[in-house]
């Protein structure tokens, strides 16, 4: 198997048009979850499984160069539909974070339209289309690993903005993520419209 084993046996399995769909940024501190879809045929899938995609694997287990390397070759692929979507940090804070995720996964996959979704994790019933949920898709499903490079990838662009927008945070290197230094910079600074407040914003 080597060192991945990402494959197309779900995408088989599922018959006709499928995609592929997952998360990014449910742990983190300030901004929004993103969620992305991916969705190429069969055929195309096997090519690139082969070739251009061969790399391409759950999106914790690459580097922030290589994923942003692979995410240009996805959206740049012929015949490839691809959809990124989000919940901003205020809808977190009022639907909760679960909800929120499942809220930017439904905005991704209704931008692709009907097909079936393959879905990482737990079952997501306000899905728009048929669904089947697979734990660790990412890391078995080259449609989810897909997914999940797009939804990192263009939550670490939003970071990267917020750090412009709000200097002394650090958010470009944690990205959000609950760290010494991202407390640190809440109890010096407050916290900024960005942070969800109904996370815990303190390390007390």
């Not at 195309?44 to 290589?66: H, V």
């Not at 909800?99 to 990482?120: C, F, Q, S």
Request: hydrophobic share 40%; net charge positive; glycine share 10%.
């Amino acid at each position: 198997m080597g060192e991945s084993s990402i494959g197309l046996d779900f995408e088989k399995a599922a018959g006709g048009e499928v995609m592929g769909i997952d998360e990014a940024g449910r742990g983190p501190l300030a901004g929004g979850v993103y969620a992305a879809a991916v969705s190429v045929s069969l055929d195309r899938a096997e090519e690139l499984l082969a070739g251009d995609w061969s790399g391409i694997n759950d999106s914790k287990k690459l580097s922030e160069k290589k994923r942003e390397l692979l995410a240009e070759k996805i959206k740049a692929t012929e015949g490839c539909k691809w959809a990124v979507a989000s919940a901003s940090a205020k809808e977190i804070d009022e639907f909760n974070i679960l909800n929120a995720t499942h809220l930017a996964m439904r905005r991704a996959a209704e931008k692709l339209g009907p097909m079936k979704i393959l879905v990482d994790g737990l079952p997501v019933k306000s899905l728009p289309y048929p669904s089947q949920n697979i734990i660790k898709g990412d890391a078995k499903s080259l449609l989810i690993a897909a997914a999940s490079i797009l939804a990192k990838t263009a939550r670490d662009a939003e970071l990267r903005e917020l750090d412009r927008r709000y200097p002394g945070y650090g958010f470009a290197k944690h990205k959000g993520y609950p760290t010494k230094a991202h407390y640190a910079a809440i109890e010096k600074l407050g916290p900024t419209p960005e942070h969800r407040r109904s996370f815990r914003l303190c390390a007390k």
